[in-house]
């Protein structure tokens, strides 16, 4: 590759101009990556106090938990309120209540494992679950 | 400045595409001062007080791209 010498000053000054066109360009790059982040980039000590706490999580602990096992299965109840109800109830409404609403049977699968009839289980699903209300009294978490 | 607003001779360019490392840093040297010059912001603090200075980050991201496309240059 021999180039003669006004070649290769060619050479040079498109290098240059090639180095300084870059630079420019790229500077223009990182303005505008900049403007689009300061659309969604927020101070932490400047966040209103409702978004924080979206931010905010609460450590889970296995002891937090209340375990009850129903026909084999293992079922987590986290609120301590509805959990001592549950606990108060007999354990044939509990065990319905739990595999109903915890475990998202319907009651025909739920019939099939307690092998009763299915206008059974609906009856003592309705039936418990007022109980459970007498139990809690109206209470809610909302209310604790 | 005058020494440094010569263009970078052949020989060095030529080194410098083909990655030579004294060649590049001879290259990012030429064009230092043009980086510094693009990378200054005005930046405010929280009372309102502006300041010139360079960005950092943009400082190094320019410099960054400047070697990684110095290798992509076609010598004629």
Do not use: W
Not at chain 2, 13 to 26: E, K, P, R
């Amino acid at each position: 590759m021999e180039l003669s010498s006004s070649q290769r000053k060619t050479v040079e000054h498109q290098f240059d101009s090639f180095c300084k066109r870059l630079l420019k360009n790229e500077t223009r790059n990182i303005l505008r990556d900049m403007k689009n982040r300061q659309k969604y980039e927020v101070l932490y000590s400047e966040m209103p106090l409702g978004e924080i706490d979206v931010l905010m999580t609460m450590d889970k602990y296995p002891t937090d938990i209340n375990k009850f096992i129903t026909c084999g299965f293992e079922v987590d109840v986290e609120s301590d309120l509805l959990a001592e109800a549950l606990s108060k109830l007999p354990v044939k409404s509990r065990n319905i209540l739990l595999l109903a609403y915890f475990l998202d049977m319907s009651d025909v699968e739920i019939a099939k494992v307690l092998d009763v009839a299915r206008s059974t289980v609906q009856y003592q699903r309705s039936n418990s679950l007022k109980k459970l209300k007498t139990y809690m009294g109206g209470k809610t978490n909302v209310e604790e | 400045m005058s020494k440094n607003d010569e263009v970078l001779s052949f020989p060095v360019i030529v080194a410098a595409v083909n990655g030579n490392v004294d060649a590049i840093n001879a290259v990012l040297k030429r064009y230092e001062g043009y980086i510094a010059q693009l990378s200054t912001r005005k930046l405010y603090d929280e009372d309102g007080n502006s300041y010139i200075v360079v960005d950092e980050d943009m400082r190094r991201r320019l410099e960054t791209k400047l070697i990684t496309k110095i290798l992509k240059f076609k010598v004629a």
